[in-house]
C-alpha cells in the first residue's frame, strides 16, 4: 500500500504562485508516472501534468508554460510550481502516481482570486 500526502495549497492573488507538494510513502522510482490532477465544481477531473519514470513530462494546454512538474527522489515527492495563476486555475488538485494500480492523494485546495 502507499500513501500520497499533498501539501501546498491554499488562497493566493491572480498573478500569484504557489507550489504543490506530494510526498509518497515509499520510494518513487517504483512508480512508472506521476501527475497532477485537479478538479473545479461541476467540472471532471482533468490531467494538469505528467511526468514519467524517464523524466518526459506533458502539459494541459491550459498551464503550458505557467506550470512545472518535477521531482525529487531523494524526498520521494512531486511537485508543482504554478505561476501566474489565474482564478481559472482554482480547483482541488490531486497527485497520482501509477504502477500496476493508481494510486490518489487525498487533494488541496488552490484559490485564485481575481
Known amino acids: 500500500q502507499v500513501q500520497l500526502v499533498e501539501s501546498g495549497g491554499g488562497l493566493v492573488q491572480a498573478g500569484g504562485s504557489l507550489r504543490l507538494s506530494c510526498a509518497a510513502s515509499?520510494?518513487?522510482?517504483?512508480?512508472?508516472?506521476m501527475g497532477w490532477y485537479r478538479q473545479a465544481p461541476g467540472n471532471q477531473r482533468e490531467l494538469v501534468a505528467h511526468?514519467?519514470?524517464?523524466?518526459?513530462?506533458n502539459y494541459a494546454d491550459s498551464v503550458k508554460g505557467r506550470f512545472t512538474i518535477s521531482r525529487d527522489n531523494a524526498k520521494n515527492t512531486v511537485y508543482l510550481q504554478m505561476n501566474s495563476l489565474k482564478p481559472e486555475d482554482t480547483a482541488v488538485y490531486y497527485c497520482?502516481?501509477?504502477?500496476?494500480?493508481?494510486?490518489w492523494g487525498q487533494g488541496t485546495q488552490v484559490t485564485v482570486s481575481s
Open positions: 511526468i514519467t519514470s524517464g523524466g518526459s513530462t
Open positions: 497520482k502516481f501509477r504502477t500496476s494500480r493508481d494510486y
Open positions: 515509499r520510494s518513487i522510482f517504483s512508480f512508472n508516472a
